[in-house]
C-alpha cells in the first residue's frame, strides 16, 4: 500500500483547505481536469457544481472565487516541484548536478504521482503551460503578495538561485536568472505547441527534452560569463 502525501500551503490561498475533506479533495481534482478541457476563461463554479454534482455554494466554501482556485492549483504545483527537487539533491553535494536535477524537474514531462491522491501532476502541468501567467498579470498582484500567495513559487526560485550561487557566487543576478528560466521553461512548450515562429523548439521533436537543453544552455553559459 503506497503512503498518500500532502503538500502543505498557504492558509491564505483558500477559505477552506480541499485537502481536509473529500469534497475539497473531488474540487481540486475535477477542477483541473475541467480546467484542461475547457480553458480557464470558461471554466466557471457552476459548470464544476454540475461535474462534482454538487452546488456552487458549496464550492465558494473552500474558495472565493475562480481566480484564487486557479492560484491555489499553480502554487500546489510548485511546491510539488520543489519538493521533488529537495528529495532528489538530498544526498547530492555537487551544486552543478542539484542544478541538473532542478533544472529536469522543471522541463520535464511529468507523470501522475500515486503518492499525492487527488492530483493528476501531467494534466496540472498543461493547466501551468497554458494558464499560469494569469495567477499574477492582475490589479491586485501586490495584495496578492503580500497575502503570501506566490510564497511556493519564490521558494522554488530562491532554492534554484542557491544552487547557482554555490557555482558562482560572484554572479550578479541569480534570481534573475532563475525566475526567467523559470517562465521561459513552459512559456516555450506554450510556443513549440501554438506559436511555433516564436521558438525553435518543434513540436515533432521531444519538446521536454529540447526545453531542457535550451534553458541549460542559459544558465550554464551565463554562469560561466
Known amino acids: 500500500m503506497i503512503a498518500k502525501l500532502q503538500i502543505q500551503l498557504n492558509s491564505s490561498l483558500y477559505l477552506r483547505d480541499p485537502q481536509s475533506s473529500d469534497l475539497g479533495q473531488k474540487i481540486i481534482k475535477e477542477s ?14 457552476k459548470k464544476l457544481s454540475v461535474k462534482i454534482s ?5 464550492i465558494y466554501r473552500y474558495f472565493e472565487n475562480k481566480h484564487r482556485l486557479l492560484v491555489y492549483m499553480i502554487a500546489w504545483y510548485w511546491s510539488y516541484i520543489e519538493y521533488k527537487i529537495t528529495f532528489e539533491t538530498h544526498n ?20 501522475d504521482d500515486d503518492y499525492f491522491e487527488g492530483v493528476s ?3 496540472l502541468q498543461r493547466i501551468v503551460t497554458n494558464e499560469s501567467d494569469k495567477t499574477y498579470l492582475t490589479k491586485n498582484v501586490d495584495d496578492d503578495n503580500k497575502e503570501g500567495l506566490f510564497k511556493g513559487y519564490k521558494s522554488l526560485c530562491m532554492t534554484i538561485a542557491s544552487y547557482i550561487q554555490e557555482i558562482n557566487p560572484d554572479f550578479e ?3 534573475s536568472l532563475t525566475s526567467t528560466c523559470l517562465e521561459a521553461a513552459h512559456q516555450q512548450i ?6 511555433p515562429k516564436l521558438s525553435d523548439i518543434k513540436k515533432e521533436e521531444d519538446i521536454y527534452s529540447r526545453n531542457f537543453d ?12
Open 92 to 111: 547530492i553535494s555537487d551544486p552543478k548536478e542539484k542544478l541538473r536535477i532542478a533544472l529536469r524537474f522543471i522541463t520535464k514531462k511529468l507523470n
Open 54 to 58: 454538487s452546488t456552487e455554494a458549496s
Open 190 to 195: 506554450f510556443f513549440a505547441q501554438h506559436l
Open 32 to 45: 483541473i481536469h475541467l480546467i484542461d478541457e475547457i480553458g480557464f476563461e470558461s471554466f466557471t463554479f
Open 214 to 225: 535550451f534553458i541549460s544552455t542559459i544558465i550554464f553559459n551565463s554562469l560561466q560569463q
Open 173 to 175: 543576478f541569480p534570481h
Open 121 to 123: 501532476e501531467s494534466v
